[in-house]
């Protein structure tokens, strides 16, 4: 689940007083949300885009905030391992991982990828119809799809769905990270 921090963290990373945080939340120009007890809270990635809006240098906490999110989606151990060793030769992703499309949905609404890897043939609901919500609920989504069953009538059927690309496997990991990055606008 994405962090969230209290106005007194936020003010320890500005070096100001809570009462300055609390005028930036109430002003507009940091976005922020209230418990039930009345406390306010702002999501990790709002405090990173309000670091970026007024050029502020960015805490060593929220280094990890700046990465890409992206999310594998598949139902094979191996190809969730390979496709994530691939992942972690590059420094700017956070990977997060899902087995299944009940997993996927979950993921997709706990982590807000920034891009998901999406085996098209799941268990339980397929890639078709998780491709479908996912762009339905944000379209800014990524959906790189992936399959060992690259029939046109698969191709076609995905990219109807919404999926930005499609990817036959087996798959080199230069042609993955070709394609994460393009999606992404690396």
Known sequence: ME?????????KFCKVDVSTVANWIDGGKL????????HRRVSGNHLLNFFKQYNMPIPRKLSSLDKERILVVDDDLNVREAITKVLETK??????????GFEAGQAVSDFNP?????????PKIDGFKVCKIIKERDRNIKILAVTGYPTEENKKKILDAGADIFLAKP???????KNIENLLGE
């Open 3 to 11: 962090e969230n921090f209290t106005t007194h963290q936020i003010g």
């Open 31 to 38: 976005s922020a949300y209230k418990t039930p007890g009345g």
């Open 91 to 100: 420094d700017t992703y956070k990977v997060f991982i899902a087995t299944d």
């Open 114 to 122: 920034d891009l998901v890897i999406l085996d098209i043939m799941l």
């Open 171 to 177: 798959f080199a990991a230069e042609a993955l990270l």
